[in-house]
């Protein structure tokens, strides 16, 4: 498993990056892999469990999800996947389906039948990254469960059943707060995540900005800074009526 990774990080996560294997879609901007697996390790030290079902609630393309799965598929049981724009959740949908053997082997025959019709040797390398990519989920546990669904995080009241959130929050260059955001939507967001996820959980909030504002009274877990994002990390109980 650890040299699965360790193949993975040294190859400069190339096989992980935005529509190699994975999809992009215009409009849908990814996020750096390094600092997403940073995230996941530092909340992992607050999880109570040694497993943990990941959540992003404002999903986009489903990239940074899709990444944490294919990375550290050890800790990871589940992928839920929401956000308000269902064009955004179609594509997510198909990028969880790489987080399967099955869907990676189906990438795999894809990017090899362009690599024939366009006579590109990039599609070749792409064939290849998504072969090892579902050799590594292999090792470190086989097909990853999922979901995704449309959803307006602001809106949520039913119970989620998530040990850990990890969202990048619109920033106001390429995406922004939809749905039924109201005036501070971080504040919206955390209070959300306080109605339904279990109070154990571990909530990251990561967004383009210098500091992300936490409502008064509530404390961080952790703070991180890298380049010109910032991320937050909560545990649910801390914002659960907030
Ligand atoms: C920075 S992008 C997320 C990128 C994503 N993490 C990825 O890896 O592709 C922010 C997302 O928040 C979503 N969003 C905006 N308002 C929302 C709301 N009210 N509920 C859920 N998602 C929302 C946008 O549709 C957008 O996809």
């Known amino acids: 498993m ?3 990774r360790y193949a993975i990080e040294r190859a400069d996560h ?6 190699h294997v994975l999809r992009s879609a215009p409009g849908f ?8 697996s940073e995230l996941l390790q530092r ?5 109570e469990g040694d497993r943990a079902r990941l959540w992003d609630p404002c999903c986009g393309s489903g990239y940074l999800v899709s990444v944490l799965g294919l990375l550290h598929r050890d800790l990871i049981t589940h992928v839920r996947a929401t956000d308000v724009d269902a064009d955004a ?9 790489l987080l399967t053997v099955e869907g990676l082997t189906e990438r795999e025959r894809e990017l090899r039948r362009s690599a024939r019709d366009f006579g590109r040797i990039a599609f070749v390398e792409r064939a290849e990254a998504a072969r090892d990519l579902a050799a590594g989920l292999t090792v470190m546990g086989g097909d990853l469960p999922h979901a995704s669904a449309v959803a307006d995080v602001f809106t949520l009241t039913e119970p989620v059943d998530a040990d850990l959130v990890v969202t990048d929050v619109p920033y106001g260059e390429l995406t922004h707060w939809e749905g039924d955001a109201p005036q501070d939507p ?3 967001l955390l209070a959300a ?5 279990p109070s154990r959980a571990v909530v990251v909030v990561t967004a383009r900005t210098r500091r992300v504002r936490l409502p008064e009274g509530v404390r961080a877990l952790e703070r991180v800074k890298v380049g010109n994002r910032a991320a937050v990390l909560v545990r649910a109980r801390d914002i659960a009526g907030i």
């Not at 901007?29 to 997403?36: D, I, Q």
């Not at 995540?193 to 996820?197: P, Q």
């Open 186 to 188: 971080v504040h919206g």
């Open 89 to 97: 959740v179609g594509i997510a949908a198909r990028n969880l389906e």
């Open 43 to 47: 909340a992992r030290v607050h999880l």
């Open 29 to 36: 901007p990814g996020f750096p892999v390094r600092l997403a």
């Open 2 to 4: 650890v040299t699965y």
């Open 14 to 19: 190339s096989a992980l990056a935005s529509g």
């Open 193 to 197: 995540m306080g109605r339904v996820l």
